[in-house]
């Protein structure tokens, strides 16, 4: 495919602005205080506006363009199952759906092989928190502080960001923990080895005083994402495996962005041996080209509905141009190797190049990360550690954060700012090159936040 050049036409920007701020309401935003750039079009790890200016994307989207924009081999399948058969009604065996489900299930760890499409994120939690509900006949479901599950009423109820507070009814019998994250340690842990044992401990003693026999499901971001990319201690997890099998709660690993190449990996739970009874998925799983989510389901928890009728499905559950796309995506990264470059440019060039950045920007507090999935948090005291910005800043308190963005778009690096972090996010098959154009600009933008250090 002949690389697309931006072509300016400011007169179409317009139209397209003026169209959204007359009628497009936009999510987590108060309407009239954002200003959305018109984007013209996006073409690998970059996209451009309709004045001609391009950005290298340091996002993916919102986390999920794994294979870039525009790949052409995904959107030549996308062509070729719309001119075959654009949907058809999820009751019914479609090759496109079955073929999705078999290379899903080849990849995913365990006997996670039955899969449950949804379509996104926020619903594939939703589905498997019912799901581990009605196989334990159990009501409650713990999940972390520091967490994202999505949008939808349950799922937002898991979260533990801010983002939860305004639709929390504290009604969905959902009951947060610590999870371990030794730079800001709730632990007062001084070392990985006391987080990872001092989480556990906690983990174990808010099951006993709610009640084990009262609680379904553990659900955990296996490497939390938007809450800051905060790498489990060597041996977390697999803690978390034994108190679940101790107790009969079934394991739900989210791996909606940690999933499908984002750490090196297929998924973030290989780097740890961990296998859970139910997973989650999207974002990645076809690079956000239409969307697709899904609960890959193990066999102990299948066999509770082999039966017995699951009481859940979705009109597009499997829909034939998601699932023609997650087939796409999935052999592209098969045949070019996305995984592997994702985990051997992360080790070798933006794991270190972050970390060099951090040696020189005072403002620089902790670097933390794997594969193409990396957080760096931005504070005014490195002794102290105090952020950058308060937690949960807006409007004036958060003008440090905001300056530091608007050098990095100034630069031509569209940043991942969220709170006092920015996260390196692009996409799983960016170039050597690629990423060393957005380290630099980093380093620029990080010189605008060092004016903020005390």
């Excluded at 479609?94 to 039955?114: C, F, H, N, Q, Y």
């Excluded at 380290?439 to 005390?454: H, I």
Aim: glycine share 10%; aromatic share 10%.
């Amino acid at each position: 495919m002949t690389p697309q050049t931006p072509q300016p036409n400011p007169e179409a920007g317009a139209a397209v602005k003026a169209a959204d701020r007359a009628h497009v309401f936009h999510s987590w935003s108060a309407q009239e205080l954002i200003d959305p750039l018109a984007v013209a079009g996006a073409e690998g790890s970059y996209f451009w506006d309709y004045d001609g200016r391009r950005y290298l994307d340091f996002t993916s989207g919102l986390v999920y363009t794994n294979v870039g924009y525009q790949h052409p081999k995904v959107v030549a399948a996308i062509q070729e199952q719309a001119a075959r058969m654009t949907t058809f009604a999820p009751a019914f065996a479609v090759e496109a759906r079955s073929e999705a489900a078999r290379l899903i299930a080849e990849r995913t760890p365990g006997d996670l092989d039955k899969i449950f499409f949804t379509n996104g994120g926020a619903d594939a939690n939703e589905h498997a928190v019912r799901m581990a509900r009605l196989h334990t006949g159990r009501p409650k479901v713990l999940s972390a502080y520091r967490s994202y599950h999505g949008g939808t009423q349950q799922a937002i109820s898991l979260t533990g960001d801010p983002r939860r507070w305004a639709s929390d009814s504290a009604s969905a019998g959902v009951v947060h923990f610590w999870a371990p994250f030794l730079y800001r340690s709730r632990f007062y842990a001084e070392t990985e080895e006391q987080e990872c044992a001092r989480a556990l401990e906690h983990l174990e003693t808010t099951i006993a005083f709610e009640g084990p026999s009262t609680i379904a499901a553990i659900v955990l971001e296996t490497i939390p994402g938007t809450a800051g990319i905060m790498v489990p201690p060597t041996g977390y997890l697999a803690g978390v495996r034994e108190l679940c099998d101790t107790y009969g709660i079934v394991l739900i690993l989210d791996e909606v962005m940690a999933g499908f190449g984002r750490t090196g990996s297929w998924f973030a739970a290989d780097l740890y041996g961990v296998v859970p009874d139910l997973m989650t998925f999207a974002k990645g799983v076809n690079s956000g080209y239409v969307p697709l989510g899904g609960v890959a389901i193990s066999g102990k928890i299948a066999e509770t509905f082999g039966k017995r009728p699951y009481p859940g499905g979705l009109t597009y559950s499997g829909h034939p141009l998601a699932c023609a796309a997650a087939v796409a995506t999935i052999n592209v990264m098969e045949e070019e190797g996305v995984v592997e470059n994702a985990a051997r440019l992360g080790e070798t060039v933006l794991g270190p190049g972050l970390r060099e950045l951090a040696e020189r920007h005072p403002s620089v507090g902790d670097v933390r990360g794997v594969g193409m999935f990396w957080a760096v948090e931005l504070v005014r005291d490195r002794e102290t550690r105090e952020p950058l910005v308060p937690y949960n800043a807006a409007g004036e308190a958060n003008a440090p954060m905001a300056a530091f963005a608007a050098a990095a778009k100034e630069g031509g690096l569209w940043p991942f700012v969220n709170m006092n972090r920015t996260h390196a996010v692009p996409p799983c098959n960016a170039s050597e090159a690629e990423l060393k154009e957005g380290l630099a600009v980093l380093d620029a933008a990080l010189s605008v936040a060092d004016a903020y250090v005390e």
